[in-house]
Nanobody
Framework: QVQLVESGGGVVQPGGSLRLSCAAS????????VGWFRQSPGKEREGVSA????????YVHSSLKGRFTISKDNAKNTVYLQMNSLKPEDTGVYYC?????????????????????WGQGTQVTVSS
């Protein structure tokens, strides 16, 4: 059974950091692209970052560069999203997703329809 499980969410003060994890089971991520999306109440799900597991080719939304970093550990079948200098507007449910080919993003054009497998999400709340 293909499964993605996110963890690492929580409540953090503005300026704080969190590291989210996306662990896969039931399949190997080596030939996949893994992406992170987030969704706030009343807003559409938006693409945050993605990584090609085969070669580490990475994308981060232009508005998040310098604060968010994506990384992978193929041996652990896990992808991480390091989020620093968090702001209240980063609040939302963060989802990881996977698709079994290499996706390269050269602009902010990452869409949920690009992905086939989804996790259940983890809540991130940035509040003082």
């Amino acid at each position: 059974q293909v499964q993605l499980v996110e963890s690492g969410g929580g409540v953090v003060q503005p300026g704080g950091s969190l590291r989210l994890s996306c662990a896969a089971s039931g399949f190997t991520l080596d030939d996949f692209t893994v992406g992170w999306f987030r969704q706030s109440p009343g807003k559409e799900r938006e693409g945050v970052s993605a990584i090609v597991m085969k070669d580490g080719g990475a994308y981060v939304h232009s508005s998040l560069k310098g604060r968010f970093t994506i990384s992978k550990d193929n041996a652990k079948n896990t992808v991480y999203l390091q989020m620093n200098s968090l702001k209240p507007e980063d609040t939302g449910v963060y989802y990881c997703a996977a698709v079994d080919w290499s996706l390269r993003y050269y602009s902010d054009s990452m869409y949920p329809s690009d992905y086939r497998h989804w996790g259940q999400g983890t809540q991130v709340t940035v509040s003082s």
